[in-house]
């Protein structure tokens, strides 16, 4: 069993046991993104808009600040990489508006500015099209089957990589996703990545080096989320739009989840899900502990499945208002 981190604007909220009783955190610091230390899942990190970087060490159940050393009060993506250390820390990434990068070895305590990424020739290019002013690291993954592989998402403009814990950089290369907002790898896919894009759907299985798109079906390729099943990495879901308009409000919000398996060409998977109109773009969340579970929660509620994405049913959540009904910023699982 494992518990749910649903992210929204006003909260974070957790979902914990099978009446998943729910708690409420961060009211109204703007909570923006989550990330669990897989390797030592007391540990938990949310990055918030506009009031820094949050750390539980309790399996999120308190909260501190977590942000010495990081310019940014808006910290727009987190993630957790393998431990490297002796001490069981995972390292950590932080990304922030204005689009920088930190990383802490401490599990927050102190951070180092990755600064060779604001040094990358495209970054002159990078511009966020509601506020062109400014862009943000959209997402951070850090390469489950690589130690010090990392790729960075700047919304909007590029994806980029480091293979050395983000001590030097690689530019975005000719082809790939130019508007990623959201990558994920797999550990039983080693050198491959997955970015769902504004600008589409995007498959490496070189580390980046080279991308396809393979959209057959794909109708709608404004894509929000992505989650691949923790037993199959040729099983794919995305969250999908037909732009940013129809994706994030509930009151003009048209969205669907798509599937894709070995290889075949994209299908709708709404088996379950509330019809598209009205509904904002699913986020995902799977663990290892669960093959063939895939988590969805929208502006609707909850929903899991059990069968990577085929079909879905709503969990009974009673959640404090108000709730995930403005929609869902980011998911994630936590083990109990």
Request: aromatic share 8%; net charge negative.
């Amino acid at each position: 069993m494992v518990s749910i981190i649903v992210v929204t604007r006003a909260a974070l909220l957790i979902a914990r046991g099978s009446a998943w009783a729910v708690e409420e955190h961060l009211r109204a610091r703007g909570a923006d993104c989550v990330a669990v230390d897989a390797g030592d899942p007391t540990r938990v990190y949310c990055g918030t808009l506009g009031s820094g970087l949050f750390r539980s060490r309790d399996g999120g159940r308190n909260w501190e600040s977590a942000a010495p050393g990081i310019e940014h009060e808006a910290i727009t993506a987190v993630a957790v990489g393998r431990a490297e250390r002796s001490d069981g820390f995972g390292i950590v990434y932080a990304g922030t508006e204005p689009s920088a990068v930190f990383r802490s070895e401490t599990g927050g305590d102190t951070w180092v500015d990755l600064g060779g990424l604001r040094a990358l020739p495209s970054a002159s290019t990078w511009s966020f099209p509601p506020r062109p002013h400014t862009h943000h690291v959209r997402w951070i993954e850090a390469d489950v089957t690589a130690d010090g592989r990392v790729f960075v998402a700047i919304e909007a403009g590029a994806l980029v990589r480091t293979f050395d814990g983000g001590q030097t950089w690689h530019d975005r290369v000719r082809g790939g996703p130019y508007d990623t907002h959201k990558a994920a790898t797999h550990p039983l896919a080693p050198g491959r990545i997955y970015s769902a894009a504004g600008d589409g759907y995007f498959e490496s299985e070189d580390g980046g080096d080279s991308w396809r798109s393979p959209e057959d079906g794909l109708r709608h390729r404004y894509l929000v989320d992505i989650a691949v099943n923790p037993a199959d990495p040729d099983a794919v879901v995305v969250s999908a739009a037909d732009g940013p308009f129809v994706a994030y409000r509930p009151q003009s919000a048209e969205a669907y989840v798509y599937r894709r398996t070995g290889g075949q060409r994209w299908e709708k998977a709404m088996s379950g899900l509330p019809d598209a109109t009205g509904t904002t773009a699913s986020r995902f969340a799977t663990h290892a502990s669960e093959p063939g579970v895939i988590y969805a929660a929208n502006n609707r509620g909850l929903f899991r499945s059990d069968d990577a994405g085929r079909s879905w049913k709503i969990l009974d959540v009673s959640w404090p208002k108000p709730g995930p009904t403005e929609g869902v910023a980011a998911l994630a699982c936590l083990p109990e």
